[in-house]
């Protein structure tokens, strides 16, 4: 009888934000963290273009997109690595750097797809306590055994919109011995207005050990394409290009994503709304005795009450008969709680109404 590997039937599968609600109508969608203001005009044209090159491979170095990418971020294009999603970067980071055997950290409530990488290459992933839902550095060190491999971190994260400084992150990096491998994802960092936040790439430039991952996905609000890049030394990118697919980003992917990342006053003008719009969610939900939890990303983690009447799978419940679709957060351990994706001004209007009918009813 044919059998998987040990440890991936235990594994629970990654379930994506809702996108679907009750008759035949579009729904207001903020379960995804997709971006509020769309693709940039440049990128959608770039996209097109491509149409007539369709029956020819892609640049399977996506040469033209590391590039800009590294004009745009002062970075040395050598050391970067492009991915079909940064999620493909994940999944090879693990491949390459732990196995059977050996252990992955990541905190309490870390992005859902880090135990699934680790589970694929047969490691353990070791959940970290936070930290009044923070990354705890200190914990994240003590937790470290000899079988330790990798330590993911999100930063900021996903769902809880925390994050750690750039001090911190540097006494993490200090922290861990050199055979192990660090993984910062920064999927949200440039919606971060925080003065002693830091990407670390300074990090990846000083040491042997450390990989920092980027997306499209969000910002750029090119999630349709999956398109991601990392930054990592020389060594990494040699073993991931060794294990990455040949062709892994279309040829359309590449074109439009160079164009987004060329795209400054897009990517600027989507930052500003969020500047704007995610303290007015917080401060409106927070006027009607909701908790919220600080959030530097474009979301906010919300937490519902305690009762059958009011909690927050009666919220949802509630929130998707109207046609609005947050995103459950049970699957991360926290199961009172809902991410709010910062949209449009409109939907965030009609949202703030129907939160206000929910509990007044």
């Known amino acids: 009888m044919l059998k998987c590997r040990p440890g991936i039937m235990e594994l629970a599968p990654y379930v994506p934000?809702?996108?679907?609600?009750?008759?035949?109508?579009?729904?207001?969608?903020?379960?995804?963290?997709?971006?509020a203001l769309g693709p940039s005009e440049k990128a959608i044209e770039a996209f097109y273009k491509c149409s007539n090159l369709l029956h020819l491979y892609p640049d399977g170095n996506s040469i033209d997109l590391r590039a800009s990418l590294g004009e745009i971020n002062g970075l040395n294009p050598e050391n970067i690595v492009c991915g079909a999603g940064s999620d493909e970067l994940l999944y090879n980071l693990a491949r390459g750097y732990a196995g059977p055997g050996d252990e992955v950290l990541i905190s309490d409530h870390a992005f859902n797809v880090y135990p699934i990488v680790a589970y694929c290459v047969g490691a353990k992933p070791v959940k970290v306590p936070e930290k009044n839902l923070t990354f705890d550095v200190e914990a994240t060190i003590e937790s470290v055994s000899d079988k330790t491999k990798i330590v993911f971190i999100a930063n900021p994260n996903n769902p809880t919109g925390s994050y750690i400084t750039s001090d911190e992150l540097r006494r993490l990096r200090s922290g861990l011995r050199e055979d192990i491998l660090l993984v910062i994802d920064c999927a949200y960092a440039e919606f971060v207005t925080n003065k002693d936040y830091n990407v670390g790439y300074d990090l990846v430039d000083g040491a042997e050990n450390t990989v920092v991952t980027r997306t499209f996905s969000k910002i750029y609000a090119l999630a349709a394409l999956r398109i991601g890049w990392c930054y990592a030394p020389l060594p990494i990118v040699?073993?991931?290009?060794?294990?990455?697919?040949?062709?892994?980003?279309?040829?359309p992917a590449q074109s439009a994503g160079k164009a987004a990342v060329e795209d400054i006053s897009h990517m600027l003008e989507a930052k500003e709304h969020n500047a704007v719009w995610l303290p007015w969610l917080r401060d409106a939900l927070t006027e009607y005795g909701l908790k919220v939890y600080p959030s530097v990303a474009n979301f906010l983690l919300v937490q519902f009450g305690d009762n059958e009447s009011n909690n927050a799978l009666e919220a949802m419940k509630f929130?998707?008969?109207?046609g609005i679709l947050p995103r459950e957060t049970s699957g991360y351990g926290l199961p009172n709680?809902?991410?709010?994706?910062?949209?449009?001004?409109?939907?965030?209007?009609?949202?703030?109404?129907?939160?206000?009918?929910?509990?007044?009813?």
């Not at 040699?238 to 040829?251: A, E, I």
């Open 337 to 361: 709680c809902l991410r709010v994706t910062v949209g449009k001004q409109k939907e965030l209007e009609k949202f703030v109404g129907v939160v206000k009918e929910f509990l007044t009813k």
């Open 238 to 251: 040699d073993v991931l290009n060794r294990l990455r697919g040949p062709f892994n980003l279309s040829t």
């Open 17 to 35: 934000g809702k996108s679907q609600v009750p008759g035949n109508f579009s729904p207001i969608k903020l379960s995804a963290n997709e971006s």
């Open 319 to 322: 929130f998707a008969n109207k």
